[in-house]
């Protein structure tokens, strides 16, 4: 019976078919329910082997200086704590001053921005009957703000813990770094002699795109920064250190970082006036249209091929397994997953990219026959 199910895939399920199907679906069950329960954990380890695969290279290349390996993690921790050490001597003051004005300003921004609307409301009439009653947008913006905040507050509690983990984590980072070997040994060991070179290519692929997404995140994001925020503050909007930094980090937010950052930049341009209003949304539009069209295609180059409907699922889906810090695996875990189903399922079974894409196109169009 089996044999004739696999000679005929049109033949009936046999019960060893369904038992199987019913099997595969008890254990995905059960990974499911350990993903749950490991969801810290799991995240602490993809993280640092993420950032393992993309420190990996400056350690190589130290090697080839003739630096031993473990002096040249230690040198690139160093190196690393001086950074961050620099970085916060100097910027979290005038950062935490430009937080603690802008919680201040708050009343009187949202105040302008209501100001705002009921000018607009009282010029325009359609508008006035299109939008609800100030009173509701004030009470809805404010629940979306506290909601916001407890799940930024939960996200980031819930994971970083204190100074244990940090410190757990330096040293898992110098561990995976120091000897990498026998972790590749056994993740090729896993995988059967049939599919030992599709491993090895699903793992050289994977660093590759992790070195490319980590270089472009980077530059992109100093450019993006900077940009951001001196542009702010040549037309008065501030405080526009704090928003250059909201900016840098929205290059970790794949596709819907721009529009988060956008936000409170646009509403605190809207209480100074509408012409700072469109002059910081001509800035937006212009800094991130040269992000997109030259700055990516250029840093990225062919590395990274990912649609953006895949990039927004997996954000979605890893910030709702992991919390707000899920998010910065969005981009790895989308590639893992195509280069999974690229190695093991579509290159071998030959398939006709370019006849699938015309079939594709034909479809869109409207172009087929039934």
Same mark, same amino acid.
């Given at each position: 019976m089996n044999e004739s199910y696999h000679e005929n895939p049109h033949a009936p399920l046999s019960y060893r078919g369904a038992r199987?199907?019913?099997?595969?679906?008890?254990?995905?069950?059960?990974?499911?329910?350990?993903?749950?329960?490991?969801?810290?954990?799991?995240?602490? *380890?993809?993280? #640092?082997? %993420? !950032?393992?695969?993309? +420190?990996?290279? =400056?350690?190589?290349?130290?090697?080839?200086?003739?630096? @031993?390996? *473990?002096?040249? #993690?230690? %040198? !690139?921790?160093?190196? +690393?704590?001086? =950074?961050?050490?620099?970085?916060?001597?100097?910027?979290? @003051?005038?950062?935490?001053?430009?937080?603690?004005?802008?919680?201040?300003?708050?009343?009187?921004?949202?105040?302008?921005?209501?100001?705002?609307?009921?000018?607009?409301?009282?010029?325009?009439?359609?508008?006035?009957?299109?939008?609800?009653?100030?009173?509701?947008?004030?009470?809805?913006?404010?629940?979306?703000?506290?909601?916001?905040?407890?799940?930024?507050?939960?996200?980031?509690?819930?994971?970083?813990?204190?100074?244990?983990?940090?410190?757990?984590?330096?040293?898992?980072?110098?561990?995976?770094?120091?000897?990498?070997?026998?972790?590749?040994?056994?993740?090729?060991?896993?995988a059967p002699d049939r599919y030992r070179e599709q491993a090895h290519r699903t793992l050289a692929r994977l660093m590759r795109q992790m070195i490319a997404w980590a270089r472009g995140v980077a530059i992109n994001g100093v450019i993006t920064g900077l940009s951001i925020g001196v542009s702010l503050w040549l037309i008065g909007v501030q405080p526009a250190l704090m928003f250059g930094v909201f900016a840098f980090l929205g290059e970790f937010l794949p596709n819907i970082g721009a529009f988060l950052v956008s936000i409170p930049i646009l509403l605190v341009a809207l209480s100074l006036g509408a012409t700072k209003f469109w002059l910081a949304l001509g800035v937006i539009v212009l800094v991130y249209q040269v992000e997109l069209n030259v700055l990516v295609p250029g840093v990225l180059g062919k590395e990274m091929r990912l649609h953006p409907v895949n990039i927004l699922f997996f954000t979605l889906a890893t910030a709702t397994l992991f919390g707000l810090l899920g998010v910065f695996l969005a981009v790895p875990v989308a590639a893992l997953v195509q280069i999974v189903i690229d190695e093991f399922y579509l290159q071998p079974r030959k398939v006709d990219y370019a006849a699938l894409d015309r079939e594709a196109a034909a479809l869109v169009e409207g172009k087929t026959s039934t």
């Open positions: 199987r199907i019913v099997w595969l679906v008890f254990f995905l069950f059960i990974v499911w329910l350990i993903l749950r329960a490991l969801q810290p954990v799991i995240l602490l *380890f993809a993280l #640092v082997i %993420l !950032l393992a695969m993309v +420190l990996n290279p =400056i350690v190589v290349w130290l090697q080839k200086h003739h630096v @031993p390996r *473990f002096v040249s #993690v230690v %040198l !690139l921790m160093l190196a +690393l704590i001086a =950074i961050t050490t620099t970085i916060f001597l100097f910027a979290i @003051p005038p950062l935490a001053r430009q937080m603690q004005e802008l919680v201040r300003s708050a009343p009187s921004v949202w105040q302008g921005i209501l100001t705002r609307i009921e000018s607009l409301t009282q010029n325009y009439p359609q508008v006035r009957e299109a939008l609800p009653p100030t009173d509701e947008i004030a009470g809805k913006a404010g629940a979306a703000a506290g909601t916001l905040g407890n799940f930024l507050l939960r996200s980031t509690l819930g994971f970083v813990g204190g100074i244990a983990s940090f410190v757990f984590a330096i040293l898992l980072l110098v561990f995976v770094l120091a000897n990498p070997r026998p972790l590749v040994a056994g993740y090729l060991a896993l």
